[in-house]
């Protein structure tokens, strides 16, 4: 009998934005699943204790952090070059970086603007060319998108972040055309609304606020849940997945407290 074939043991994967949420729990996931794992972020001390955490468990990957803004492309070209220079090649990319600010389309600044797209789309676009090229070179890879469901719908208040994310999915579905004939599967993944500290941020809420896993009647979900997708993404089990967008947001539920709290009804 088949079966699935989810490791990502003995892989090398470069994971950006990784010193808290999303990105955090996908680095910690693969790193589990026996991954090396090379993660950045924009403060080194923020992101240097979440290696020294994997690099402590036991039968877990190697991890090795570097402070990188992914909004400058030297900065992006010399990760690369030093992530190669520690494990030697890297087999996945997951482009989790981003933020992001509320504010109605008439008040964003062109500064602010700017700074969106920066962070979001063009940070994006920096990785997946320059890891690309070392994909490429090599024997093929894999690379994972993080986009957003206000991506995907009208989400006011947050213009400038949704068309980056819009763009980022169809970066993705083009990408995957453009370097299949390399060996390079590209997909996206679209989180609905997610327990993070940006989330928390965003939404003037306490964390404390937040509704448990465990809890059925939620609208909010989890960092270790998305990081699961991208862990089936990266696999040879999503090997004729390429060009997709797995939309990961959960059901809203009716009279749920927790919504009508937030104003999410």
């Not at 079966?3 to 589990?32: H, N, Y």
Request: with cysteine.
């Amino acid at each position: 009998m088949h079966e699935p074939e989810f490791g990502v043991a003995g892989k090398t994967a470069i994971v950006t934005g990784a010193s808290q949420g999303i990105g955090r729990a996908i680095a910690e996931t693969l790193a589990a699943g026996g991954a090396d794992v090379a993660i950045c972020s924009r403060s080194m001390d923020r992101v240097g204790p979440v290696a020294e955490e994997i690099n402590e468990a036991e039968d877990a990957g190697e991890a090795f952090a570097i402070e990188c803004n992914v909004r400058e492309r030297e900065q992006v070209e010399a990760f690369v070059e030093e992530t190669v220079e520690e494990f030697g090649d890297i087999d996945i990319l997951v482009n989790n970086a981003g933020g992001e600010f509320v504010a109605p389309f008439e008040d964003i600044s062109p500064n602010g603007w700017n700074s969106i797209i920066d962070l979001n789309l063009n940070s994006t676009v920096h990785c997946a060319q320059v890891v690309g090229e070392v994909m490429r070179e090599g024997d093929g890879g894999v690379i994972v998108n993080l986009s957003s469901v206000n991506g995907q719908h009208p989400a006011p208040n947050e213009s400038h972040y949704s068309a980056a994310k819009a763009a980022i999915i169809r970066l993705t579905e083009t990408l995957a055309v453009e370097w299949a004939d390399d060996g390079i599967r590209v997909n996206c993944v679209a989180p609905g609304l997610i327990q993070t500290p940006g989330v928390a941020d965003t939404l003037g809420i306490r964390s404390e606020q937040m509704p448990s896993r465990e809890e059925t009647d939620r609208r909010i979900g989890h960092s270790e849940e998305i990081a699961d997708v991208v862990q089936f993404l990266v696999s040879p089990a999503a090997s004729f997945v390429t060009g997709e967008t797995i939309t990961a947001k959960g059901v809203p539920r009716p009279g749920n407290s927790f919504d009508v709290d937030l104003g999410l009804e």
